[in-house]
């Protein structure tokens, strides 16, 4: 496995990838790497090779006040696990590296882009679709591998790749879990041991939808609520938002319809978390995947 | 010469050429061809292979009021020009193709494209950097050739290039002049006959501070007022803006230093036309490229 360190360096690399006609697969990361991210890595050896795994912390998708400067990092840990998982390169550019001086192009994905983690976190899409395409540009992967945990950026980066006509296939990968449910994020390592229990709410509010749908519920109004009423039994834990959505549009719904998706996100003590559950139409009934 | 509508097989010739290291020149044009489209499929002669140029207006790049309805078509024309010039694809897809519905992406330069074309034109470059990306995208140029007629067009896609770390290098080639010096553009065909001397009088403001400069001016206010004066002088042409900036920042500049642009933009008539100049500096002496 090779790091690594330049734009130029990894380009050509791409460029003889592509000589070659290999499907160059990407699994891009800010690095602090847990199982969730090895998920990835695992899909790409599916078909891929090479695997490229970036680990680049984006100054431009954290917001003022933010946690950009302890955002957990831990470079050489993660380095041995592509290694083990598989990896053949691990693309880490500085900062100035991807951000030269005079940088001034962004790329936005109106309308998907606002509501939900993009309300709470004003700008974060827009530095988020520019990091990724940037990626693309350097790696050039015929298929990338993003987490289905960011359901929002998941969908923000399809419609991104679809509308620019990127060469590359958005490849959505499942949550993973703790073993209590709580969704792997390298977040959690900010949890103190007296959060954890309320950390899980997202996870049991998620699963009391499930419940409710598979018994026939089919009244959004009724199912947020329920989502509500877990997280807010949790006192350090503060509702920023958990409501159904259609899974193309991201805008509410008022009855289940097609796919939709439960999105919550909260805030437990410091620690911003969020959490989904996909729930999909299958003749008369729904499956609700966490 | 093959005519490719759709992007898939656009893509899939694109694909061929790198899985083979060929160097593909793009060429793009808004169709209506005239010498100055001509020159830029001769310099992509040069080192390039194979050869594509694109034939789309772009709705996106049009303003409310502006002239994309009656912009000039002239496609059997445009193909025909094409194959004597030795293009082996000209990609020619429907709004449809390239904005199909839901599409909802833009790339932003910003600092680049707000003033100048962009303050007369809202919206304007974003609409040309977008589609110029998904072409980028589609066709997978090594090489692109542009007009520097369309100075702050040309400025803001390498930008944009640079940026977003594309893998095709930006090629500007010189304006291309009729024997009165009016700088082609597919506008012209606006022109009415009555009109065509007021029109030339970008190109006589251009020179007219030409011949300053080489006499030794320096002066940026006093250049600016050359230019101004001599178009103000058509009873026909609305002066929009004159002025010389900074070639690298666009910015206002008030003493000529190392590259600058002379930007002229009017209205004769009901056209708008645009001409502008290169400043370089060499040693003491400055050179003036029209």
């Known amino acids: 496995m090779e790091i690594v360190r330049t734009v130029e360096w ?19 990361t800010m690095g602090a790497l847990h199982e969730g991210h090895l998920s990835l890595v695992h899909a790409a050896r599916q078909g891929c090779s090479p ?12 917001g003022p006040g933010e946690d950009f400067e302890k955002y957990p990092r831990s470079f050489e840990r993660d380095v041995a696990a592509l290694e083990e998982a598989g990896v053949h390169y691990v693309f880490a550019p ?67 790749a679809a509308d620019l006509n990127l060469d590359t296939q958005i490849v959505g990968c499942p949550i993973v879990r703790e073993p209590d449910g709580l969704a792997m994020s390298s977040r959690n390592a900010y949890l103190r041991r007296e959060e ?8 049991r509010a998620l699963s009391a939808i499930k419940t409710e749908i598979e018994a026939g519920e089919r009244d959004v109004t009724r199912l ?6 877990v997280v807010a039994a949790e006192r350090s834990a503060a509702l920023d938002y958990a409501e159904i959505v259609d899974a193309d549009s991201l805008e509410p719904v008022m009855c289940l ?30 499956s609700v995947t966490l």
Chains 1, 2 share one sequence.
């Open 51 to 62: 695997i490229v795994a970036s680990i680049f912390v984006n100054p431009k998708q954290f």
């Open 10 to 28: 990894m380009r050509q690399i791409a460029r003889e990838a592509r000589a070659g006609d290999r499907l160059t697969g990407l699994v891009p």
């Open 224 to 229: 947020n609520t329920v989502m509500r009423t």
């Open 196 to 203: 954890r229990g309320a950390a899980t709410s997202l996870y």
């Open 257 to 286: 319809r097609r796919t939709c998706l439960a999105l919550v996100a909260a805030f437990v003590g410091k620690t911003r978390l969020i959490d989904n559950a996909l729930i999909e139409e299958f003749g008369d009934t729904f």
């Open 94 to 160: 500085s900062p100035a590296e991807i951000y030269p001086a005079g940088f001034r192009t962004t790329v936005d994905v109106a309308g998907l882009s606002e509501r939900l983690e993009g309300r709470s976190r004003p700008g974060h899409f827009r530095g988020v679709a520019t990091v990724v395409l940037k990626l693309f540009e350097i790696v050039q992967p015929r298929f990338a591998f993003f987490g289905r945990k960011d359901a929002q950026q998941h969908r923000i980066i399809r419609q991104m």
